[in-house]
């Protein structure tokens, strides 16, 4: 074999693991408000506390650099010339008003137990069938199906709690909890050793002599603040009735949403909302990338083959 025909089989066998490398830390997402949602993943429109939000729930843990995002207004829509959008990535009860006075411990108790005749206080976690439920005010409940999901909220497995049969056929069934939405009532938020808790999309804040550990069971969810984590803004101006804006971060915040807020935006005005994820290569997202996918990998292995494999 000539060394032309030699160089070309090494070049063609370094290009393949190269390029699968390449793919690897270059990873790239696109979703948007009106397809199918890729395992519950979609853009939605919401209102917290008169801010008008459109919300990405970030599903991967991937690194992301650069954010593309695509509105298309309606025709007739009624959306100023020059829109000036801010972009932050935070769970969505940072962005919930934080309430004056603190808790105190009978108030506590009486919030836990609003409307609920069980022993569980609202805000825990229990076993229902195929998925965890998460107690909520007057007697209901919310199921959650997707374990992704679970654990990208902070939610921990030691904190889900067996039921006898039947105990939520007592109950009334709310809508599934999916991605993009908040941590629900009774939420406990630690935020440097203070405790907080979510009640009608709002934060109160506790007692300090008082630990939520006494209250329930369900271990409250660790933040690193609770204000907002803003990274990036947009300043652009409408052309054909669409605004298509880049932003940049620097940041790679795990179990959290994409927010991004303009005044002047309206779920009445948006035909569809599209994003783009991806990255620039650099020494961190291969570092982080390259775990990541190797943990998918694992996960899928697992799903597949578990009771087959001895060693998964």
């Avoid at 005010?137 to 889900?160: C, Q």
């Avoid at 020494?283 to 597949?304: A, C, E, G, P, R």
Wanted: with cysteine; proline share 4%; aromatic share 14%.
């Amino acid at each position: 074999m000539s060394k032309f025909k030699i160089f070309i089989v090494i070049l063609i066998g370094v290009s393949i693991p190269l390029y699968v490398l390449w793919k690897i830390v270059l990873v790239e997402f696109n979703y948007s408000s009106i397809s199918a949602a890729q395992s519950g993943v979609k853009l939605t429109f919401q209102e917290i506390d008169t801010q008008k939000l459109l919300v990405f729930p970030e599903e991967e843990n991937y690194f992301f650099d650069k954010i593309k995002l695509e509105i298309k207004f309606k025709e007739n829509s009624k959306i100023p010339a020059k829109l000036d959008i801010k972009a932050y990535q935070n769970f969505l009860v940072n962005f919930y008003p934080l309430v004056k006075g603190e808790l105190e411990e009978d108030k506590l108790r009486s919030l836990l137990f609003q409307g609920n005749s069980t022993n569980l206080p609202i805000g825990s976690l229990f076993f229902n069938g195929d998925a965890i439920s998460i107690m909520l005010p007057n007697n209901s409940y919310r199921s959650i199906f997707s374990a992704e999901l679970f654990e990208k909220m902070g939610y921990r497995w030691d904190d889900v709690i067996s039921k006898e049969v039947g105990f939520a056929g007592r109950l009334e069934k709310k809508e599934n909890f999916l991605y993009g939405n908040a941590h629900p009532d009774g939420t406990f938020l630690e935020v440097d050793n203070n405790f907080f808790l979510i009640w009608d999309k709002k934060i109160f804040p506790i007692e300090s002599s008082l630990n939520p550990n006494d209250f329930s069971k369900t271990t409250p969810i660790k933040i690193d603040s609770l204000e907002t984590n803003y990274f990036d803004n947009c300043q652009i101006k409408l052309q054909e009735n669409k605004a298509v804006c880049f932003f940049s971060k620097k940041d790679n915040l795990i179990k959290s949403n994409y927010v991004f807020i303009s005044n002047n935006l309206s779920s009445q005005d948006i035909e569809e909302a599209k994003i783009s994820l991806s990255t620039n290569p650099s020494i961190w997202s291969l570092q982080n990338n390259f775990l990541v996918s190797i943990d998918n990998i694992k996960l899928k292995l697992i799903k597949k083959y578990r009771g087959y494999i001895p060693f998964i």
